[in-house]
Each structure stands twice: as C-alpha cells, then as structure tokens.
C-alpha cells in the first residue's frame, strides 16, 4: 500500500509500504479522509519530539471498513467510520474512571512511533470506530477529532444558554469551538482574530460580532457591547499571554474563561484581576472517550455547522509538498484534509 513516512525533520517520503491486516478484534479501514492538524506540522519539523521516525503521520481520519478481524460483531464491512485515534487498555485506573484519554497504557496513531492515517489503509480496534451518517462526508468525519478537543473546552464553561461568550482565536478548535458553543442558545458569540478571512469564516458559523484585534481594542469593543459588563465566557484558543490577557479583561465579575491553546509554556498574568473579581479558569486538554462518541451523535444529528473551515483537499502523494508549504506559510487556509 501507499503511505508517507515521517523519515525525519523536514522530510516526508510517498512511498510503497507492507500491507496491514487486522488482529483479533480489530477493523481494516480504507481511509477516506485524514486532516493535517498543527501537531502534524510541529512534528514534521521535528521540534516537539512527539513522532519518532520513521513513523507514519495523521490522527484526524474517517473512512470505510473493508475487513473484519476475529471477534468483531458490532461492525460490518462498508460500515463508514470516524475513528477515535487512541487505542486504550480499558483496565487502568484512568480508563475505569472513563477518562481514556489518559490511560496510563494509551497508544496514539500517529504519534510518536505509533502508524497513523497518511496511508491507504490502517487497522485499529473495533471500540475505537463510530458510524457516521451517509449523509456525513469523510471530509467532515475527520473533523471528528479536533472538534472533540473543542466540544471538551466549551463543556469546561458550562451552560451558555442566554449568556455572552468570546472566542480568542479563529483557527481550526476555536472555530469548532464556535461550533459547539452555537448548538447551546447563547445571547452572542464574539470571535477575535487577526485575520480578516477568518473573521469572515466564523461569521459563516454564526458569530455575532466579529473582532480584528490588530486594528480595533478587544477590550474596548467588548465592554460597549455590553454596557461595560464583559462577557460571562471565554474560550481562549491562542495560548499566548497577550491573548490570556484579553480574555481575562474581557470577563464580567465571577466570569469563566477556559484555556484551549497551548502555544506558550510560560505565561505573565495578573493574579489579584482573577482573585478580586472572582473570575473562574479552566484548563481543556484532549477530549474523553465518551465526548467523541457524543460529538459524532451531534454530527450526525445535523447539529454542528463545521463544514466551513474545510479549506482545501489534496492527494496523498501531494503531502509531502504541501506539509512544506504549511510548515513555512499557511496562508488562509485553516483545514486541510488528504483525501485517498
């Protein structure tokens, strides 16, 4: 079969590979559709350590089963699938608590030296698929994964129901964190970003009032917007301490703010603005089993607009180019997915 290899920083190979088939309670899949995440690009350039190569990329993928390991019968082949990409042992301490995502024996695809979904084909355990509607493209199933990472960040806030809410950062998990924030009924979304183009994006998805912060104050904007009050929550997706700042200023008193970014380990904030005004924050990291599941029943209930951040599709043989590409300027392109 046909994959790219991760052969180290800066270089990615199109080429033949051995075939998989799978073990006792697995599923071959044909992959349909697999996005190129942030973390990919990182990896390619070899500055987080997170993939070892020579390694197989791609974490973000839906697709179609075409065999059936022994012990499988909750599944059947033609079944279309997005696939929650992290084998867990079910038997740890983290995994009888539900929180899979930390298990203490997890193996991710396409992380560190575990193959991922930059391949034709890929066996995974059968636990570990969730049918999607016809109606859903593989496209938008292998969205499935950063909207997950979204759809835990937003949970983190509570009911936003009625209530104002800022998004910092309009790439791919705050514009998917739009997305779920939306399915809630707030009063208004407000989405800042530096890009135009973005802005225009997340106003496609339903965001209220949009901000360019480079050419008008957040703060300021915000505060006349709402009677000098701020907003009850923040879903910040930059991870930067500037971007921190402002969703600190931006909150009312007893205000929430959950941070999603992670672009900095260090950051420089003002205590006493979260101790004197009671402001609550919160840390989101991955996403749990059962909001995966959760979010594909959204999905697939035609509740989730996400369709809009999908900005380009390629082939797998034009990975290795674009990842370049990415890796050096992105452009405005916010979601890339190759398509097999």
Same mark, same amino acid.
């Given at each position: 079969m046909k994959a790219v290899i991760y052969e180290g920083p800066n270089v990615l190979t199109y080429k033949d590979v051995g075939d998989v088939s799978p073990k006792c309670n697995e599923v071959k899949i044909k992959v349909r559709a697999c996005g190129i995440c942030g973390?990919?690009?990182?990896?390619?350039?070899?500055?987080?350590?997170? /993939?070892?190569?020579?390694?197989? %990329?791609?974490?973000?993928?839906?697709?179609?089963?075409?065999?059936?390991?022994?012990?499988?019968?909750?599944? $059947?082949?033609?079944? /279309?699938?997005?696939?929650?990409?992290?084998?867990?042992?079910? $038997?740890?301490? %983290?995994?009888?608590?539900?929180? %899979?995502?930390?298990c203490l024996n997890k193996r991710a695809f396409g992380v560190l030296d575990v193959d991922g979904a930059f391949a034709e084909y890929i066996c995974v355990p059968s636990k570990v698929c969730f049918k999607l509607n016809d109606n859903i493209s593989y496209k938008v199933g292998s969205l499935m994964e950063p909207l997950a990472v979204s759809y835990r960040a937003v949970k983190h806030l509570g009911d936003l129901s009625g209530k104002d809410v800022l998004i910092i950062g309009a790439g791919t998990i705050g514009l998917l964190a739009l997305a779920c924030a939306k399915m809630q009924n707030p009063n208004r979304i407000f989405v800042s970003d530096l890009s135009d183009y973005r802005l225009e994006i997340a106003k496609n998805m339903g965001a209220d009032i949009v901000i360019n912060s480079s050419l008008n104050n957040l703060h300021e904007t915000i505060m006349t917007a709402t009677n000098n009050k701020g907003v009850e929550s923040v879903a910040e997706a930059v991870g930067i301490t500037e971007t921190v700042k402002q969703g600190i200023d931006a909150l009312a008193f007893g205000g929430t703010a959950v941070w999603i970014g992670i672009s900095s380990k260090h950051i420089d904030l003002e205590m006493q603005q979260v101790v004197t005004r009671e402001l609550k924050v919160k840390g989101s990291f991955l996403y749990g089993y059962d909001e995966f599941k959760e979010v594909v029943g959204y999905l697939n209930d035609g509740l989730l607009n996400v369709e809009p951040i999908l900005s380009q599709e390629i082939a797998l043989r034009d990975l290795p180019e674009t990842m370049a590409k990415l890796a050096v300027n992105p452009g405005n392109l916010i979601k890339v997915t190759v398509i097999n």
């Open positions: 973390s990919d690009i990182h990896g390619y350039l070899g500055i987080t350590g997170r /993939r070892i190569p020579p390694v197989i %990329m791609g974490h973000e993928f839906a697709g179609e089963i075409i065999q059936l390991g022994e012990g499988v019968n909750d599944l $059947e082949t033609g079944d /279309r699938v997005a696939v929650y990409p992290l084998d867990f042992c079910g $038997e740890c301490e %983290m995994c009888k608590k539900r929180d %899979m995502h930390l």
